[in-house]
Structures are given as structure tokens and as C-alpha cells.
């Protein structure tokens, strides 16, 4: 054999390690999987981070991403989806990382969180340019700025009303209510659907998670409580605390609410309206689409929160953004997703399937949002307001660690209504940065 | 032939000695080792006590700062984590001894001779292999106040006229959560204790009964001091596990109602990810370590360890 023909061991290796690095350095640079297909070599990638807490979101957005890359020759839009418990941490985890995703869909309260480590793009002057700007809801507006900025795109609106079982109510010679109840209907009506002999109750009160404390706050509002007066934290005024044992009381004394309720959450006030459990729960117009499944459409409607002895009520609202972030590493494409996500078709397509409502006039007066089903939402606009504890960013994450435990204490007759609002209190003040 | 070349030179001195040499070589050996152990399991020691002095919530990078000991005395005076500390003690209680007990009897049962015991083995491994969060979630199913079985069937017999709510509750859900526990645990002492019954010899039992020992004397007398070293490490090592162990509880009652079965490993989760308070974790993470070396130790020393019998 021909010595210069041999491939030597330490020739393989070589060659061998050669190849190797070569591959190496032209992956370096990818930030896609290998084997995944790639639409076009002068495509360039969008990141955007969706959070997923039901799975009817993953095929609405799959579409939607699609028809846009479809529609695209230069940006292609890669979707991260990830479950909504891991979302926000996630999210922040890539940010401290200097990592983050182009683009993302968060919610309005987390916002001042992100702000606040500085990694949100300000969008004031190109939003204002933007061809739907004035036609926008300000309120919308008003979920998605701080400090006089506007750092995302309010891509749904919800605010609170109640469920209630129409049938049942025909069924127990109940009164239905009308859009200007009062506390004391509700309670009435409360007491008549309760039959814990059938396993039936009034009212699916929520005690689990962030919105155990703000939709026990919507009802303190009726007593003309308010979170913040003077910037201060007055959430344990006497107005507040009357309201609170009132709430309470629903649990501990009227007994309208399931066993459970100290711990139920969002899954569960919907499951238990849904399987007939409940007669009545507070929610946004998010469960709408999944009740019509469950109960049927003609058997619940919505009316807004009952009016409180003060003779007020609120329903807050809350926004779903899109959002872009500073650390992105291509702007202009994100750019161009995020007004396409808002056009009217898009716009309208997502909050429909979705049962949230759109930021904007004209598509608010289209079917669905004309249906009974949405009137307690629509009835609810007048006297809707912006959260109250998107006030300081540091709130958001003690809402649920420290709130929630505060008022399941309270829930389960732990401590009085006004030792909760007092700890409740102190917290905010604290935490007020 | 060259004459110069068979002189015999001496051999230059070697600059360490034979002995040396060796040892050198046998910590190299034990180097690829070392290397692995230190990277994964003291660096995030030591870099979880580091973390515990600083002030490190994540969503606040320009706070970031050196605290000293700030994080302990903050600790020292939060009535959550004395709460949790205290349930954890409860948790790990509860579920250990009660789990011993059970699956001790459990393994007495399965070295028993009877037909079908190689499928009853099998079966006793199932809610061990089952993932701690699926078990979590069939039992928030079962508990479930509304539709759930447990409800139902007490319903049914008799026993209940209004559900109860068992994990919303303070009253009922620990002792709820200690129970999903307890089914999950049996199997590890069951399987641990019968493969030391089936190590123990014959002859050894032969022996005793030679001598008039009755079945009680040889439990007592041969069985519980040839079982000592596996009771002490299955226990030992379980109620490290346990002590650790959240996933169960995040699932079932995210430690709620009012922190009823918050665990003091289930806060530190809570507060790193739900906080982002990672320098606070941290220091709940570096005091559970200190309980639990401290607790092992002590352990140890009380049962003797894992000596031999003779010993």
C-alpha cells in the first residue's frame, strides 16, 4: 500500500477534530434548532413569549403566527409558548440573563415590575403615530403606561361582572336581578340558590390566588372603600372593613359559598359554575366562551357587581399587552408583528375566541359583545377603573405571596376582618416602591 | 564494543520520593471525582450562603447589595418561616414514622410465602413510581369536595351529610396532605425492609429456635437488630427527602389555606419565584441544610449508625 495514500490514526483524528470545530463555529451563531425547517435565508426571527393558562390560546396564536409568517417574506415570528405560572419568572429570569424574548404577551400588572428593572421599550412616540392610537379606549391606554409612557400594546380588555344561572333562577322562583342591584338582592338571591342538600350554593367565592384579594377589594369598593387616598394605603378604613365582614360573612355566616371557597381559584369558581356546583361567581368575560359549553348559552347571563351601601361599585380594569422588550435583538420585526396582532381582524379574532373584550369602539359594538351574555361586561364599563394595585410594581408579586395567605386567614375566621385589612395594609405600605 | 557505554550510571534522583509519588497518583485518581462532587454539590452550597448575604431580589437589579447577616435577622423575626418550620416538623413526623409503621408491616406481609405475591410486589411499587405531581393531582381530585370520591363515599355510608372541604380547611388539610404522603412513602420502607428480611439467614432464625426463642423473642432479639442499618438509613435518608419535599403540597394547596400546610422548603420556593427574592431563598435554603446536617448528625450518633450488629 502507498504510504501517501495511507490515512493515518493521528490523520483521522485530525481531520476528524477539523470537521468538527468547522460545524461548530457555523452553529455558533444559530438560534434556532438545527433540524427545524428555516422559511428563507433572508427571514429574519422574531422571539415572542406567550403565556399559555388555557389550551384553546396555543391553537389560537399557532394560527394567527402562521397566517402572519405566511404573509411576510422578511420576519418570521417564532412563538415560545410557556405555561402562565412559569411566565413572569421566566421572563424575568431571560431579562437578568440578557436574554429576552423580541416581543412577549404579558399581563398589564407586571409591567411596572418589568419597568422597573428597566428592560421595556418605550413605545410612547411610535404608538402615537400608530393608525389605531386615537381610536383606542383611553382606559386602555391607561393599563399600559407608566410614568407617562406607554411601554405596550393593550391587546384585550377585561373587567369583572357576575355569572348567574338563569335557569335556576326560573327554577327557584327567584327574582332575576337587574343591571342596578344592590348587595343586599345579592345576597337574597345568594341564600335562595344555596341548597347544600343538592350541593348547590350561591356564590363561588374565589380565596385562591391574586384575585382572591381584588375581587374581595370590588366589593370594599361599594362601601366607598378605596386601596389609595392622598397616597396612602387606606384599605382598612371602617368603609373597607364593614364591606369585608359583609364579604366574609358570605362564607362564614350566610354559608352561600361552597366549602372549598377559601382555597378555590380561578379554575375552580369556573369548574364549579360550570358543573352546576355554584349559581353565581365573579369573574371576567374570559369564562364566557367556556360556560357556553358548560352550561349552555341560554341558561347564564352576566350582570355587573351589585351596588354597594354607599351607593358605588367598581370593576377593575385589566389589560393583556403586547409588549416588546430593550434587550430585543430585532425591534423592527417585532414591530411589524405586534401592529399586525393589532388590526382589526387579528384584534377582533383574538379577543372573541377568547371572550375578552377589544380596545376599540367600533369592534365593541359587533356581535358577540352584543349578546346577553356579555352585558354584565359592557353594563360594567361606565364604572370600571384601572386597578388599583398596579399603584406600585412591588405589589404585584406580594398580592399573591403574602395577600392571599392574609385573607384565606381572614376566609376561614383566623383572624377578624379588620386584623386582616391591618396586616393587609401595613404590607402595602411597605412594599410602596 | 563500546566499553564507556556499559558503566553502569546512576539513576538521576527522582525529585519526589516513591511514597510520595503514589500518593499524588492516588489523589489524581480520586480527582475526575472530587471535581464532579465539588461542582455539584458544594459550589451551589457555597454559592447559596454567598447568595443568603446579599440582598438579590431579581425584578430589583439596582438594589442588589452586600446585607451581611441582614437576610438571617429578617428571618429570625418572620412569623411565616417560624410557622412553616413548625409544620415542617408536623409534616415530616407525621409522614415518616406513620409511613415506617405501614410499610414495615407492608414488608413483613410480602416476605411472607402466599400465591400471587410477585404480583402483590409490584403492585406495592406503584404510588412510589407514580410522579409526585400526578399523585398531587389524583389527590385533589379525591379530595375534592364537590365531586371528588372521599366526599362521596362518606356521603353515601352515612358518615357525612355536608361535604367537607378537605384542603381548604386549616383544620383538615395538613393532615390531609400527610395522608396523600403516607399512601405515596409506603412502598420505599416496604421494599427497603423486605430486602432486609431476605438477607437475614435461615440459620440465624434455626439457631434461635434451637435455643426456645419464641416468635416475638426472634422478632425482637434476630429480625430489628439485623434490620438496624437499613431502618437507619431508610429513615434517615426519607425524612431528609420529606423535609425537602413540596411538590406534593404545591400541588394540592400551593400551602394554603392561610399557610396551613405551607412547608418551610415549599416557602423558600414561594419566595424565589413568586417574590423573586433570591438572597431571601437563599438563606432559607442554607438554614434547612444546617437543620438537616444538624438532625443527621445527631441521628446517627443516637442509633449508632449504620455499624454492624456485632459492632
Not at chain 1, 367600533?362 to 356579555?374: D, F, H, Q, V
Not at chain 2, 413548625?86 to 406513620?98: D, E, L, P, Y
Not at chain 2, 416468635?215 to 430489628?224: G, I, Y
Request: glycine content about 8%; some cysteine; proline content about 6%.
Amino acid at each position: 500500500m502507498d504510504d501517501r495514500s495511507r490515512f493515518s490514526r493521528r490523520q483521522f483524528l485530525q481531520t476528524v477534530a477539523a470537521s468538527g470545530a468547522v460545524a461548530a463555529s457555523g452553529l455558533a451563531g444559530r438560534e434556532v434548532p438545527f433540524l427545524s425547517p428555516t422559511k428563507a435565508s433572508a427571514a429574519s426571527t422574531v422571539r415572542f413569549q406567550f403565556s399559555v393558562p388555557e389550551p384553546l390560546r396555543i391553537s389560537l396564536v399557532e394560527g394567527l403566527v402562521d397566517r402572519f409568517n405566511k404573509s411576510q417574506s422578511d420576519v418570521e415570528v417564532k412563538v415560545e409558548f410557556v405555561p402562565q405560572a412559569q411566565a413572569r419568572q421566566q421572563l424575568i429570569t431571560a431579562i437578568t440573563a440578557g436574554n429576552p424574548p423580541d416581543c412577549c404577551q404579558m399581563w398589564d400588572n407586571w409591567l411596572g415590575e418589568f419597568d422597573g428593572m428597566g428592560a421595556l421599550e418605550d413605545l410612547t412616540s411610535q404608538i402615537k403615530g400608530w393608525k389605531f392610537y386615537a381610536g383606542t379606549a383611553p382606559t386602555a391606554w391607561q393599563t399600559v403606561s407608566l410614568k407617562g409612557k406607554i411601554v405596550s400594546f393593550p391587546l384585550a380588555l377585561t373587567n369583572d361582572a357576575i355569572f348567574i344561572r338563569t335557569d335556576r333562577v326560573k327554577e327557584y322562583g327567584l327574582k332575576m336581578p337587574t343591571f342596578d342591584w344592590t348587595t343586599d338582592d345579592f345576597l337574597t338571591l345568594a341564600k335562595g340558590f344555596t341548597k347544600p342538600e343538592k350541593n348547590q350554593y350561591g356564590f363561588g367565592l374565589r380565596g385562591g390566588g391574586t384575585w382572591a384579594v381584588l375581587y374581595a377589594t370590588e366589593f370594599m369598593y361599594g362601601s366607598g372603600a378605596q386601596v389609595l387616598k392622598d397616597g396612602k394605603v387606606v384599605i382598612n378604613s371602617p368603609e373597607a372593613v364593614s364591606a369585608f365582614e359583609w364579604y366574609i360573612n358570605l362564607i362564614l355566616k350566610a354559608k352561600v359559598t361552597p366549602p372549598s371557597a377559601p382555597t378555590d381559584a380561578y379554575r375552580q369558581i369556573v369548574e364549579g359554575f360550570g358543573r352546576g356546583v355554584t349559581n353565581m361567581y365573579l369573574h371576567n368575560s374570559g369564562s364566557i366562551e367556556e360556560q357556553k359549553k358548560f352550561v349552555g348559552e341560554p341558561n347564564f347571563a352576566t350582570v355587573p357587581i351589585p351596588v354597594g351601601p354607599a351607593k358605588k361599585r367598581a370593576s377593575f380594569f385589566f389589560s393583556e399587552t403586547l409588549t416588546m422588550f430593550k434587550g430585543g435583538k430585532n425591534k423592527e420585526g417585532a414591530w411589524k408583528f405586534l401592529t399586525w396582532m393589532m388590526d382589526d381582524e387579528q384584534h377582533f379574532k383574538y379577543c372573541t375566541t377568547l371572550g375578552l373584550l377589544p380596545t376599540r369602539q367600533n369592534l365593541a359594538e359587533k356581535p358577540p359583545y352584543t349578546e346577553p351574555s356579555y352585558a354584565g361586561f359592557v353594563k360594567s364599563i361606565p364604572f370600571s377603573i384601572v386597578s388599583p394595585y398596579l399603584a406600585y410594581p412591588s405589589w404585584g408579586g406580594k398580592l399573591d405571596s403574602e395577600g392571599v395567605p392574609m385573607f384565606q386567614q381572614a376566609f376561614v375566621g383566623q383572624i377578624t376582618p379588620k386584623q386582616c385589612l391591618d396586616k393587609f395594609a401595613e404590607m402595602l405600605t411597605k412594599n410602596m416602591a | 564494543m563500546n566499553k564507556e557505554a556499559s558503566v553502569a550510571m546512576p539513576a538521576p534522583r527522582a525529585l519526589l520520593s516513591r511514597a510520595t509519588r503514589e500518593t499524588l497518583a492516588n489523589y489524581t485518581y480520586l480527582l475526575p471525582a472530587a471535581i464532579c462532587l465539588g461542582g455539584t454539590v458544594l459550589f451551589p452550597i457555597l454559592k447559596a450562603i454567598h447568595m443568603s448575604l446579599y440582598h438579590n431580589v431579581l425584578s430589583r437589579p439596582q438594589d442588589y447589595r452586600f446585607i451581611g447577616l441582614g437576610n438571617y435577622l429578617r428571618m429570625i423575626h418572620d412569623p411565616t418561616f417560624w410557622l412553616t418550620l413548625k409544620n415542617s416538623f408536623v409534616w415530616v413526623i407525621c409522614s415518616v414514622s406513620i409511613q415506617f409503621v405501614l410499610g414495615f408491616l407492608g414488608a413483613l406481609f410480602l416476605n411472607a410465602e402466599f400465591k400471587g405475591r410477585a404480583f402483590l410486589r409490584t403492585l406495592n411499587l406503584l404510588p412510589w413510581i407514580i410522579p409526585g405531581v400526578v399523585v398531587g393531582l389524583v389527590w385533589e381530585y379525591l379530595y375534592q369536595p364537590n365531586y371528588g370520591p372521599v366526599n362521596d363515599i362518606l356521603r353515601r355510608v352515612g358518615l357525612l351529610t355536608v361535604p367537607i372541604a378537605w384542603l381548604s380547611q386549616p383544620a383538615f388539610a395538613m393532615a390531609s396532605v400527610i395522608f396523600a404522603n403516607i399512601w405515596r412513602g409506603i412502598p420505599f420502607f416496604s421494599i427497603m425492609i423486605l430486602a432486609g428480611l431476605q438477607a437475614i439467614p435461615d440459620e440465624v432464625y434455626e439457631a434461635a429456635t434451637v435455643d426456645g426463642a419464641s416468635v416475638t423473642q426472634r422478632f425482637w432479639h434476630v429480625t430489628m437488630p439485623m434490620l438496624r442499618p437499613i431502618i437507619v438509613v431508610a429513615t434517615a435518608t426519607r425524612i431528609i427527602w420529606t423535609f425537602n419535599y413540596a411538590d406534593l403540597i404545591f400541588v394540592m394547596t400551593s400551602g394554603g389555606p392561610a399557610n396551613a400546610t405551607q412547608i418551610t422548603s415549599s416557602y423558600t420556593l414561594l419566595t424565589a419565584y413568586t417574590d423573586l427574592d433570591f438572597g431571601y431563598a437563599a438563606t432559607l435554603s442554607v438554614i434547612l441544610l444546617v437543620i438537616m446536617l444538624v438532625f443527621t448528625a445527631f441521628y446517627l450518633k443516637f442509633t449508632k449508625g449504620v455499624e454492624s450488629v456485632s459492632g
